[in-house]
């Protein structure tokens, strides 16, 4: 279906302007579609503060992200975002959107970069899967590039990078007791766990145009490390999913999609971290699939980083040592590519985007092996 292709019912609504100020946002597409105005009614009657929330609110969707679907409600005086689970095949516990609004809305008082919440809807009848439905945080999001109008000089990227590394920090230093989320974590073996938990997803999402990553994975059970200390992660920290203040761009105020949240490895939430992290002197195929922009001059290198967070944090870290965090962070993307491409490719969704996902799955694992020949070397 085209995306030009609107929502019956949430477009004709008088007095609400379009949204050119918000970026990466357009028609939602059809397959993604749902009733606007009964979610508009389900939230007068849920919302807390109803303020602002009559008539009908127009709906666009976030084109960027690639698991849970994001969309903007623009009332007249007021601007929500809602949050579902994709469609087709989820991994087993994943996209759990009551523990998602339930993290950000405990730790709102200990961690004052979570948006605030609205209302929480477990009942899957209104839009066949439950969904909640936060306050819009307004501010910079820097995707590939950085946004537009934003420009900044090598030192000020520096700082909003070492800004960026130190907001994964200070939620690292977040007492998860205070926050009421002692009950997120399982308990030692958290390393052991993830490597057991993602091998069998790659496993389980496997199509026929990848690699097996055995090797990898055999690899990652042969080298894991004890854990390096249990705190809260937010295992999907990039840099697009962090708001920056719309006055001063190298300042974070925002950390945004909690759903993968949990009690862990702080260096294995740095490892998921950097996977993500293209520099300037990576190669073509590997540029290609930049989502942030962490080439420009300035930012830090993967290895600039990891010596910052340690540095900070007091943790001792051989580049040895490093080398099975960045492995592990790089096979979790490989299966977070794969588990999405997965869907493309049973037709669960039609989304353009997530066609050639598999070159990445496959680029991704190469690159494990080339870390683990130089680990090994």
């Not at 979790?332 to 969704?349: G, K, M, N, P, S």
Request: glycine share 8%.
């Amino acid at each position: 279906m085209s995306d030009t292709e609107h929502v019956p019912g949430a477009t004709d609504v008088p007095d609400v302007p379009d949204v050119p100020d918000v970026p990466d946002v357009r028609d939602v597409r059809d397959e993604d579609a749902f009733d606007a105005a009964a979610v508009a009614r389900w939230l007068r009657e849920r919302a807390g503060d109803t303020a602002g929330l009559d008539g009908t609110p127009q709906v666009r969707q976030f084109s960027g992200g690639a698991s849970n679907l994001t969309y903007l409600l623009r009332y007249p005086d007021r601007e929500l975002i809602l949050r579902r689970p994709p469609h087709g095949q989820k991994a087993g516990g994943a996209h759990d959107m009551g523990r998602e609004y339930r993290i950000q809305r405990q730790l709102a008082p200990v961690f004052p970069f979570v948006p605030a919440m609205v209302a929480f809807c477990e009942d899957s009848s209104l839009l066949g899967s439950p969904f909640y439905v936060m306050e819009r945080l307004t501010g910079h999001i820097p995707r590939k590039e950085l946004p537009r109008g934003v420009e900044l000089t090598p030192g000020q990227t520096r700082e909003l990078c070492t800004n960026v590394l130190d907001l994964l920090i200070d939620l690292h230093g977040v007492d998860p007791a205070a926050a009421g989320l002692t009950d997120l974590g399982k308990g030692e073996g958290y390393v052991g766990r993830q490597v057991a938990g993602w091998s069998r997803r790659y496993r389980g999402a496997r199509t026929w145009n990848v690699g097996s990553a055995e090797t990898v994975m055999e690899w990652l059970d042969a080298h894991q490390p004890p854990d390096r200390g249990v705190c809260l992660i937010h295992n999907d920290f990039r840099l697009d999913n962090v708001v920056l203040d719309a006055d001063d761009p190298t300042r974070p105020v925002g950390l945004l999609d909690w759903e993968m949240a949990t009690l862990g490895d702080p260096l294995m939430d740095l490892g998921g971290a950097l996977a993500y992290w293209v520099e300037a002197e990576d190669g073509p195929a590997f540029r290609r699939f930049r989502r942030q922009p962490t080439h420009l001059p300035g930012m830090l290198t993967r290895a600039e980083a990891v010596a910052y967070y340690t540095s900070r944090t007091g943790l001792e870290l051989t580049e040895r040592e490093w080398a099975f965090y960045e492995v592990f962070g790089v096979f979790r993307l490989a299966v977070i590519c794969q588990q999405i491409y997965y869907r493309y490719h049973h037709r669960q969704t039609t989304n353009p985007a997530f066609r050639h996902l598999w070159l990445a799955t496959r680029m991704l694992e190469r690159r494990c092996h080339r870390v683990m020949r130089r680990a090994d070397g």
